[in-house]
């Protein structure tokens, strides 16, 4: 999803409260804080030499222990005010994709793609998964497209990267 989509979701449905699906079936607590707004530039290079570059905007949830049990979310309103206070300070780049940061004490850190959104108990549910990461020269590697690697064909002299 890109920013842009994302601040139009939440325009359009800011008096619900706001959910996160960080895995199939378990939420975000509703003690999280949106703490960090990330406006990033990549530039990079793949083992087969390709170059690439495109922005991300990363929104981290936290959940503050002190509020262990909170069970009202956050409103869609408050959280796209917060978004919008940072966008004040520091412009968005509305194409770049939009990635959550999230971690708990039994989900280890991750940056979450958002896959979707559902409305669901009069709440905007918005749902989050992971990209594995994945050889974006297969070709100049010599790996076929379907193959899935093992950590031999990838370790030195293995054939890849």
Not at 25 to 51: F, M, P, Q, R, W
């Amino acid at each position: 999803m890109k920013t842009s989509e994302l601040f139009d979701l939440l325009k359009s449905h800011q008096a619900k409260p706001l959910l996160f699906e960080y895995a199939p079936n378990l939420l975000v607590g509703a003690n999280y804080h949106i703490t960090e707004v990330k406006h990033l530039k990549i530039d990079s290079v793949d083992c087969g030499a390709g170059t690439d570059a495109w922005h991300e905007t990363i929104i981290q949830l936290w959940e503050s222990p002190e509020e262990i049990g909170k069970t009202e979310f956050m409103k869609v309103s408050k959280a796209l005010a917060i978004l919008d206070r940072v966008g004040q300070m520091k412009s968005y780049d509305m194409d770049a994709e939009v990635k959550f940061e999230y971690s708990n004490a039994n989900f280890h850190k991750a940056q979450l793609f958002v896959t979707g959104f559902v409305i669901k108990n009069g709440n905007l549910l918005i749902k989050l998964d992971i990209n594995p990461t994945d050889c974006k020269a297969k070709e100049a590697c010599g790996v076929a497209q379907s193959e899935e690697l093992s950590v031999n064909e990838c370790a030195p002299g293995g054939g890849c990267c």
